[in-house]
């Protein structure tokens, strides 16, 4: 049996550390609600150069350096991202053309805050299928350029970085063992960008009434998440034949601690097996399970054999799993 298998993991924040005093001084919030109601502390804002692909090519510099493989091996390079350097080409193909991945194809995936279940499931597919062995996968985010600074209800949530991680074909038992995706998009008007797509291009209308920032309904998508991850995370258990306990760590999506807790509740797993860094990352969307799942390596929280649940909820709706052997 064929199956993708991580080889090298990477990942880059901006220098730029914005912390909850700073944002006391920018809306009408304070440091004891954003960590009792979020569990921030802090998150990274890219510079005024820096775009997704920047920090996509950083943090992929470092997978590809950990899996001891050079950049033109590549088959296929895809980036989960909300944040696209352009409308278009696609960030996957600018990041190909900076590393020198010259034989590889590259497109974007948009899942929001699941894309890289979505980029790493779909990547794992086409091992499995025999179409391509060496793939890169990418978590890249920008999402400072999307956020509204004037809405504390959401400014204070989300931060920039990116992750990556280098899967290869493996025939042995390790790697990806399931990978579960869902969405529903009957309420997508509770997590979106109103404007500055093909329903609504960006104009002068659409900037004085800031409709091409993130609007969210937070306690609104807070219940939706807690209950659609918590049944993601049971179905992934379920289709594998095991119990929470088998779990030796589970990397979430990184957009709310109360959220994780939940999650990790539902899973019967202590929180010293869990990852968690959105104190330190706030919400990067698509670049969150990469991030902390580089941090995990790196901390050495990741042995060889490990079990390791990722999950993640998102705008779409969008939701899903992905069980690894590591
Ligand atoms: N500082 C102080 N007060 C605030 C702030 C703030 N930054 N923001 C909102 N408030 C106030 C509200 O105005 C409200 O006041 P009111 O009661 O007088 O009306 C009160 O705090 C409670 O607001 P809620 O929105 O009900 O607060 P809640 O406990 O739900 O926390 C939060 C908000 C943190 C956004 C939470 O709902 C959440 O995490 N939601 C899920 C986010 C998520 O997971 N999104 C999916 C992934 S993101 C993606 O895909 C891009």
Redesign the pocket.
């Known amino acids: 049996m064929i199956r993708g298998k991580i080889v090298g993991t990477g990942s880059y924040l901006p220098e730029k550390v914005l912390t909850n005093a700073e944002l006391e001084r920018m809306?009408?919030?304070?440091d004891e609600?954003?960590v009792s109601?979020?569990g921030i502390r802090e998150r990274r804002i890219a510079a005024d150069d820096e775009a997704s692909s920047d920090l996509a090519y950083q943090a992929s510099i470092k997978a590809l350096e950990a899996a001891s493989m050079a950049a033109n091996e590549l088959d296929l390079i895809i980036v989960a991202t909300?944040t696209p350097d352009l409308p278009f080409p696609s960030t996957a193909a600018l990041l190909q053309h900076k590393l020198g991945a010259g034989k590889a194809a590259a497109f974007d995936l948009q899942a929001?805050?699941?894309g890289f279940i979505y980029a790493l499931a779909t990547a794992d597919q086409y091992i499995r299928s025999g179409m391509y062995k060496k793939i890169l996968v990418v978590g890249a985010e920008v999402l400072s350029s999307i956020i509204d600074w004037q809405d504390?209800?959401?400014c204070?949530?989300?931060g920039d970085g990116a992750g990556a991680v280098v899967l290869v074909a493996n025939e042995g038992e390790s790697g990806i063992l399931s990978s579960h995706l869902h969405s529903d998009g009957s309420q997508a008007e509770l997590?979106y960008v109103p404007a500055g797509g093909s329903r609504q291009p960006i104009s002068q209308e659409v900037i004085d009434k800031r409709l091409h920032y993130?609007s969210?309904k937070?306690?609104e998508?807070?219940k939706v998440?807690v209950t659609a991850l918590g049944d993601s995370v049971l179905e992934a258990l379920e289709a594998n034949g095991i119990d929470g306990e088998d779990i030796d760590l589970l990397i979430p999506?990184q957009?709310?601690i109360?959220?994780i807790n939940a999650t990790a509740k539902r899973l019967g797993l202590p929180l010293d097996k869990v990852m968690i860094t959105v104190d330190r990352h706030g919400?990067t969307?698509s670049a969150s399970i990469p991030l902390a799942l580089d941090a995990a390596v790196r901390e050495g929280r990741v042995k060889e054999g490990s079990l390791i649940l990722l999950e993640a909820?998102?705008?779409g709706f969008t939701w899903g799993s992905i069980l690894i052997k590591w």
């Open positions: 809306v009408d919030t304070d609600w954003i109601r979020t909300t929001v805050c699941t504390r209800s959401t204070i949530l989300f997590l993130i969210m937070g306690n998508v807070f998440a999506h957009a709310n109360r959220i919400n969307s909820f998102g705008g």
